[in-house]
């Protein structure tokens, strides 16, 4: 016969505190998740809401949603902006995630009216999300054509001039948002802009997505009728 567990029992008690406090901490996790969501779907609105048409916001799961823009203004067509937040909810894992310096993440996803004639990465390879841009690159076989401070340009070889790769990074290296990474693609999506928002959270969403639509009339657009 086994003895009955009592809260006198070291292990027991042990156990039971544990519970607790992973209990506690999934409770104030989430809440925290909730709030930050809510934050960041606000500071988003104002920005989403210039592209034209009204913005929906559809939940993924308990730590991602996005925020779509169908019919945007040119030279978009649809805009989403995806946010994964970090698992606020599991504190070894939100320890470790902070250790390491990560942070919530915000992507746009920018379908044009016309496809660019180029594809490009422009990575950060000192970041997480700079590093598996550099990964798709290598995967691809596209050299490194320019570098400008911490940033690396790829792409095929011909397909940009020199002048028009100092002109996009000019533009990524100067601004006063610092993207982890961009990439161009034929095929749509067509553009993918990556963020940390702890580093863009002091600007407004208004100033970044005219930043972005700079950044996309930089590139080389097939002209109506003619898109891959």
């Not at 250790?99 to 496809?115: A, G, I, K, W, Y």
């Not at 959270?201 to 003619?226: D, F, Y």
Request: contains cysteine; charged residues 20%.
């Amino acid at each position: 016969m086994f003895a009955p567990l009592t809260l006198d029992d070291p292990f027991t008690l042990f156990i039971v505190t544990l519970a607790s406090i992973l209990i506690i901490g999934y409770l104030i996790g989430r809440a925290v998740n909730r709030g930050r969501a809510r934050a960041i779907s606000a500071w988003l609105e104002p920005g989403m809401r210039t592209l034209g048409g009204t913005p929906l916001v559809q939940a993924v799961n308990r730590t991602a949603f996005r925020v779509k823009v169908l019919q945007a203004r040119a030279p978009f067509s649809v805009v989403t902006a995806s946010v994964v937040l970090l698992s606020r909810e599991v504190w070894p894992i939100w320890l470790w995630e902070r250790l390491h310096r990560n942070s919530d993440v915000v992507f746009f996803h920018f379908t044009l009216r016309h496809s660019p004639r180029i594809g490009l990465e422009i990575v950060d390879p000192t970041r997480e999300l700079g590093r598996r841009g550099k990964a798709q690159a290598e995967r691809l076989q596209w050299p490194l054509a320019a570098r400008r401070g911490t940033y690396h340009l790829y792409c095929p070889d011909g397909h940009l001039s020199a002048q028009h790769m100092e002109e996009l990074l000019n533009h990524v290296v100067t601004a006063r948002y610092t993207p982890h990474r961009v990439a161009v693609r034929a095929h749509a999506p067509h553009v993918l802009v990556s963020f940390a928002f702890s580093e863009i959270q002091s600007g407004s969403s208004t100033e970044l997505l005219r930043w972005m639509n700079r950044l996309v009339r930089l590139l080389p657009l097939n002209e109506a009728g003619k898109d891959a």
